[in-house]
Every structure is written in structure tokens, then in C-alpha cells.
């Protein structure tokens, strides 16, 4: 099992949440955060005075998959989430030791 998180732009969230269901992704987890890379922030005029925000608004979204389901998986939010803009994200793949449904006890896999 893999856990993929995936840092993107706000308005491409459901596009890319769309995308993942009809891959087969059952569920996800979803955070708006903020952050910077390599675009070092914006900078902005607010009433007269240009001022740098460095802090830029994202989603992240968190999906535990199987192994058989991690390269289509990557490759949807790649595809859906590429705007061909510096900022569009990234996407992060973690080994995911183990899995577990509370409600019924099932794990590994089949918690998923």
C-alpha cells in the first residue's frame, strides 16, 4: 500500500477530485494549507501599498492506495492538477505499513 499526497492549486481541486473517483479512488482526505516553493510567493497591491505575500493558498489531498493503483492514481492528479504554471504542485508517494477500518477491524487492503 502507498499514502500519495498531493499539494495543488484551489481551483483545480475538483477537477482533479472528479478524475480520482472515476479511477476507482473510494476516498480521500482534503486540506486547505499554505505554502511556497519555488514561485517564492505573490506580490500584491491592498489599498495603495504592494506588498509580498509568500504564503500562497493550497490544497493538499491525502489518499491511502493499493500498490496495483499508485502509478494511475499519480498520473490523474498529474494530469488534472498541470496548468502549466510555476505552483502547480506536487505529488508525494510514502510506503504505508499498514491500514486499518475501525468499524469492522479489516486491514491492509481491504481497510482501504
Known sequence: MK??????????????????????V??????????????????????GAEYT???LPKIRIEVAVPDALVAQVVEVIRQHANNDEIGD??????ELAQALRIRTGEQGDDAL
Open 53 to 55: 505575500s509568500n504564503m
Open 26 to 47: 473510494s476516498g480521500l482526505t482534503v486540506s486547505e494549507v499554505s505554502g511556497y516553493g519555488r514561485q517564492k510567493g505573490q506580490t500584491e497591491i491592498y489599498r
Open 89 to 94: 504542485g506536487k505529488i508525494f508517494v510514502f
Open 3 to 24: 499514502y500519495i499526497t498531493a499539494i495543488i492549486k484551489p481551483f483545480k481541486f475538483t477537477e482533479v477530485k472528479d478524475a480520482l473517483s472515476a479511477a476507482g
